[in-house]
């Protein structure tokens, strides 16, 4: 699905030497290249604060305990995305509610989220699913109006610019109170291990999560909160100084790449390419098709056979998942996120992706369609 060797290619110089300079200045943890990360990707964000964490879920429950939100606490999150997002609500013994999305979007549905707010709920968690960002002008008023807070996952979607509708434009993650994201290596901004970050504009709360990431302490050996041992080390902290630079020319490959899909696939009435908000720049974590009258899971071992990569996100949804079961959901309002784990099918996307690859994953998809 990523290519993650022959972008390793472009930058290798740069690469082997860094670490090696890290490995040379043995300052692996919290050394000068995690402080000057975080510096970089606050001006790349225009955020005030980027508190570096060990990765992506860390990020969230590091959020949700910098929040203060506590057991009983209702927390809305999308029921389509990777688990998690939930499983961190579970964990901190919060009461998550999941909440159908958008069937061209994916994201977050607007009026589902307005049916679930009770007034034990706190927060809700849009997540930027597969690279656009959810209707945040939408979900800050639903916000404001039952005084809840917005975490913001951004695990898929950083560097995408969400525009409101007076024009001002702000990153992904910069919009709620919090925002956090992984670096994992796959993600549009991997590094090669496990990496995350939190981004926030409150100083106050910059500070707690601050002390949180490293065991509740904000003088040494003084640990006046619960905490947790969070960190970014010194050598992802090196790989991802390295890539961030690169991070737009990443989106736009992948944006290209994306539309180069979209038009192969134009003329086929039995398959629908995603689909962009007006107020959101799309940076295509995922390129993630929807089939009409089309066996998806016979294409999908089709395609494997044929060597072509490809895979089902998501395959169920976080209500039936077994860890999540809940008797209190109810089928009918799910209906979107029941029938995209049954016709959705993304495609590989990546920075190095070629045209010629491209062209024979398309055929190869058009030609099964137009056989079976
Ligand atoms: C990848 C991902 C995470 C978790 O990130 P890790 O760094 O793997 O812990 C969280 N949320 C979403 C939507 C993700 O895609």
Redesign the pocket.
Known sequence: MVDLHSQYEKIQPQIDKKVIDVIRSSAFINGPEVKSFQKELEEYLQVKHVIPC???????QIAMMGLGLEQGDEIITADF??A??VEVIAILKLTPILVDVEKDTFNMDIEALKKVITPKTKAIVP???FGQCANMEAILKVAKEHNLYVIE????AIGADYTFSDGTVKKAGTIGNVG?????PS?NLGCYG???AIFTNDDDLAHVIRGMVNHGMYKRYYHDVIGVNSRLDSMQAAVLRIKLPYLDDYCKARLEAANYYNEAFAECDQITSPVTSDFTTHVF?QYTLKLKNVDRNALNKYLLEKGIPNAIYYPVPLHLQKAYADSRYKEENFKITNELVETVISLPIHTELEKEQQDIIVKTILEFIKTN
């Open positions: 060990g990765n992506g879920t860390d990020a969230l995305t990777f998690a997002t997540v930027h699913l996952d951004t695990a898929q956090t994201t992984s670096f994992f993600k496990d990496g995350g974590h």
